[in-house]
């Protein structure tokens, strides 16, 4: 955590995330294509929002086993530019890849601020001891009260984005 704040690539790291109720995310009751499927559109959700005109993007996820989805990865890609066009931004996705988060530092770095995140959000509900205690390092190193936050779309550092689903 010190290196996102305050190491030598800490003024190049930024993290955004989408939190998404379970209540609000009808794809959580269905089978697991649906719930895979609902992981990509929340993944299309947060970027197609997120990603800046006249970029070019190499996008790492968290490597899932969708055995139903055909190129999930590639999908996702392919969404985003074609958003990218439409919504005359013109950004360029070159490569979405799952990559295994115990083998990529930022990934797992991720990991970590999603957990802190997720905690508060939940209510707090946890055994682990070192989930308060990390919580509270992240918020004081960003100047916020907690991390159960929506945050202003253009926060510099981290930014939290609570979505609720339209309903059909």
Known sequence: MDLFFSGPA???LSFKCIVVHSEDDRSRNGDKHE?????????WTLLSHRLLANCTYHIR????SSPRLKDPEGQLQERLNNTGYNKGSYWD???CRGECSKREDLLQ???????AIGWAWNGRRSTCGAKPGLERYIADK????DLARDTAMNSAKANIWKYTPKTR
Do not use: E, I
């Open 10 to 12: 800490a003024k190049h």
């Open 35 to 43: 719930r895979d499927l609902g992981f990509y559109k929340a993944y």
């Open 61 to 64: 996820l968290d490597q899932r």
């Open 93 to 95: 996705v070159l490569t």
């Open 109 to 115: 770095l991720a990991d970590v601020l999603l957990g």
């Open 142 to 145: 960003l100047r916020w009260k």
